[in-house]
């Protein structure tokens, strides 16, 4: 009964630590299927002008009926490697009643939990024919790059998509949230590192267990040996043989006194 008692607790710690992983992956790939099923790609990236710069570094209100998703593709852990290209896909949904041109996406490196303290701006992506009509939905890819001299860690990054309706400039925070920097050619993080680890060493746990459970229900219990009690025979020949020895005076005596 305590083996079993322990199978369901190892079963139960499994389930504890893949489940979490699971469901990260589940809601990263839903929203990546909803968005590629809705959206469709018509923005063209065009090269950054002064006047675009100028035009992104304001600060607009958002525009009703205009709604944002961001989804990081074949990149569900948001790990960027400091140095190296990074892509995001900014998803536009315009169910406002005239159509509006995407300007720009811009972005920004902040410390976690502290947004005054800005660790970097990241490039201004422009884009020369992002037209979304009314009632559509279009798909804008942004390219960014953190600082290879940034130290790895967790930062929250702020992205923000900026449109014209009417000749009227407006914004909308696609994605406010942490991203986690390694250094180049780490895949892993230390918390990804870390699970995989401690599930790999359950894994092997269980599998001893299964191990000394098969063994033990292939051994055979050990017969015990039986005691026969029984009257004592002397054999002829052998007092024949010791008659008149030390022995056999000796029988004699005691046969006497009983």
Same mark, same amino acid.
């Given at each position: #009964?305590?083996l079993?008692n322990?199978?369901?607790i190892l079963s139960?710690l499994?389930?504890l630590?893949?489940?979490?992983l699971l469901q990260?992956?589940?809601c990263?790939?839903?929203?990546?299927?909803?968005?590629a099923?809705?959206?469709?790609?018509?923005?063209?990236?065009?090269d950054e002008?002064?006047?675009a710069?100028?035009?992104?570094?304001g600060?607009f209100?958002?525009?009703p009926?205009?709604?944002?998703?961001?989804?990081?593709p074949?990149n569900?852990?948001r790990?960027?490697k400091g140095?190296e290209e990074?892509?995001?896909l900014?998803?536009l949904?315009?169910?406002?009643q005239s159509s509006l041109?995407?300007v720009?996406?811009?972005?920004?490196?902040?410390?976690?939990s502290?947004?005054?303290?800005?660790?970097?701006n990241?490039?201004?992506?422009v884009?020369?024919?992002?037209?979304v009509?009314?009632s559509?939905?279009?798909t804008?890819?942004?390219i960014?790059?953190v600082?290879?001299f940034l #130290?790895?860690?967790?930062?929250d990054?702020v992205g923000?998509?900026?449109y014209e309706?009417?000749?009227?400039?407006f914004?909308?925070?696609f994605?406010?949230g942490?991203i986690?920097?390694?250094?180049?050619?780490?895949?892993?993080?230390m918390?990804s590192?870390?699970l995989f680890?401690?599930?790999?060493a359950?894994?092997?746990l269980l599998?001893?267990?299964?191990?000394?459970q098969v063994q033990?229900s292939?051994?055979?219990p050990k017969r015990s040996s039986k005691v026969?009690?029984g009257?004592k025979?002397?054999?002829?020949s052998m007092?024949e043989?010791?008659?008149g020895?030390?022995?056999?005076?000796?029988?004699?005596s005691?046969?006497?006194?009983?």
């Amino acid at each position: #009964m305590a083996l079993i008692n322990n199978f369901w607790i190892l079963s139960f710690l499994l389930f504890l630590i893949t489940s979490p992983l699971l469901q990260v992956v589940r809601c990263q790939s839903d929203e990546a299927a909803e968005n590629a099923g809705e959206v469709s790609d018509i923005g063209i990236v065009g090269d950054e002008t002064d006047d675009a710069q100028d035009f992104a570094d304001g600060g607009f209100p958002s525009a009703p009926g205009i709604d944002t998703v961001c989804v990081f593709p074949k990149n569900i852990a948001r790990l960027v490697k400091g140095g190296e290209e990074a892509e995001l896909l900014v998803g536009l949904k315009n169910d406002g009643q005239s159509s509006l041109n995407v300007v720009a996406i811009k972005a920004s490196v902040y410390l976690p939990s502290d947004h005054h303290l800005l660790v970097q701006n990241l490039t201004v992506q422009v884009f020369n024919n992002g037209s979304v009509p009314s009632s559509a939905q279009a798909t804008f890819p942004y390219i960014f790059s953190v600082s290879k001299f940034l #130290m790895p860690g967790p930062f929250d990054l702020v992205g923000t998509i900026v449109y014209e309706i009417d000749q009227h400039p407006f914004q909308n925070t696609f994605y406010n949230g942490t991203i986690e920097v390694v250094e180049p050619g780490i895949l892993f993080s230390m918390e990804s590192a870390f699970l995989f680890t401690l599930g790999a060493a359950l894994l092997v746990l269980l599998g001893l267990w299964i191990n000394g459970q098969v063994q033990q229900s292939f051994k055979k219990p050990k017969r015990s040996s039986k005691v026969e009690v029984g009257t004592k025979t002397t054999d002829a020949s052998m007092d024949e043989w010791l008659e008149g020895t030390a022995y056999t005076r000796s029988t004699s005596s005691k046969s006497k006194k009983k």
